[in-house]
């Protein structure tokens, strides 16, 4: 490709520079010089991406643009098309970003087979025949989907020209590589050219393009940051592989709001669509147990009943062990210390375990209430009542707090059979026609009254 010009910048003060180097000379950075094109051959769709093409568009009125008429794909998925706002929105680039082995693949290949739309997945991570073997497992029989395993962006155009595909899936964008760029595949300047290609195939031929992103180890998609901007929605998947329950959120979305979230439950034949989470979350035993307490929280814009458990023991050595999964480990130690100094309880030589259960991970302040509900109740060993659940924030002083949203949490506990509800007393709450019993309360000690005494 010898029209193919490039040189390297440094991403943080702009200086070029005709090779690579380590440090920038200008700004003294280091690790901050990357390639990138400067000039491209002009003939190739979709790989000129220096070249928008300039269809002159002229300013507006506000109140005469049509927004009602957006046209969104259905793609046959629930829980998917809340996530993106109601529907794919043609022309437009997805990135779903999670850790490995966590469902992305099984996710987008499902979304694929289950089209009845001319669909490309395009694949370089693994074979025909791994891809074949999970599409059999997932939806057997289907007609419309193309596999590639391909990882240049020039021979996938190439193919993408020859079938005219309605919608294309990339697994992943880290492993795609453009010719017009030497560095190795999932380099910085690598994804940035291959996202570029993208966006401008998306564009121009108003298909919509979903990509896979790998993260790096603290949750970040792999690669340079400017490729969340460049896409048009940001996508997370995310969970414990160890459970079957598996989360969608949207980071970012041009398209609609980041507070709707999807659920998934991970199963033998692919990925199945909860759309009755709560239920799903509690466990289904009959006789109570001490240490375990349920709690109302908003997760985006759904309210979820979890089950929270705490076991309590006295230390066996010198320093309590205090650990937690699903919730914040300061936290737990902030309400500790809450039950010790405000409330009178003597915690400070007992091992504290806390798990949430179903391996979601909550940081909603609202469930606080049912923390220290759980915490006193495997320590008293008086288990709480199965129809109780519990709403309310605590504060450093030892005050029950109100929370965002209330009403619709005690709807949510209504709805699931629950009789009773505690609450913070400052929460307004203004619901007729509830059978559920609504406890207002200010301290910690009323609802130990309530519960244990
Ligand atoms: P995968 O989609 O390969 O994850 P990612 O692309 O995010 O790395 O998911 C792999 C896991 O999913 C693997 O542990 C097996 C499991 N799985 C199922 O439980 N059921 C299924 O139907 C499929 C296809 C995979
Ligand atoms: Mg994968």
Known sequence: MAKTKTAFFCQ???????????????????NTIVEEVIQKEKDIPWQNSNDVKTTSSKPVLVGQINASSEFRLDIYDKEFNRVLGGGLVPGSLVLLGGEPGIGKSTLLLQIALRLNLRTLYVSGEESL??????????????????????????????????????????DSIQTLHSDYIESSAGSISQVRECT??????????????????????????????????????????????????????????????????????MQGDGLREVSNPSEVLLSKSDSGLSGTAIASTIEGMRPLMIEIQALVSTAVYGT???????????????????????????????????NI??????????????????????NSDVPIEKNVCFAAEIGLA??????????????????LGFLKVFVSKNNKIALKNTKIDIVLVSKIEDVVNDLFL
Not at 156 to 166: A, E, G, M, Y
Request: positive net charge; glycine residues 8%.
């Open 320 to 354: 309590p062990q205090r650990s937690a999964t699903g919730y914040n480990a300061k936290r737990l130690n902030m309400l500790l210390a809450v039950l010790e100094k405000r409330a009178g309880f003597r915690l400070g030589a007992k091992d504290v375990f806390l």
């Open 196 to 265: 570029a290609e993208l966006i401008r195939f998306a564009k121009e031929t108003n298909t919509p393009v979903i990509l896979i992103g790998h993260i790096t180890k603290d949750g970040n998609i792999a690669g340079p940051k400017i490729l969340e901007h460049m896409v048009d929605t940001v996508l997370q998947f995310e969970g414990d592989r160890n459970y079957v329950y598996r989360i969608l959120r949207a980071l970012k979305n041009r398209f609609g709001s980041t507070a709707e979230l999807g659920i998934y439950e």
């Open 129 to 170: 025949k791994q891809i074949k073997m999970r599409a059999e497992r997932i939806h057997p029989n289907n007609q419309t989907c193309y596999i590639l395993t391909e990882t240049k962006t020039q021979n996938i155009f190439k193919q993408i020209n020859d079938i005219t595909p309605d919608i294309v899936v990339i």
């Open 398 to 415: 030892g005050e029950i707090r109100p929370v965002q949203r209330v009403e619709q949490r005690i709807l949510e506990a209504d709805k």
């Open 357 to 378: 259960t179903g391996g979601i991970s909550v940081d909603d302040p609202a469930i606080d209430l049912a923390v220290v509900a759980a915490i006193l109740s495997s």
């Open 12 to 30: 943080n003060c702009g200086t070029q520079y005709a090779k690579w180097v380590g440090q920038c000379g200008a700004c003294k950075e280091w």
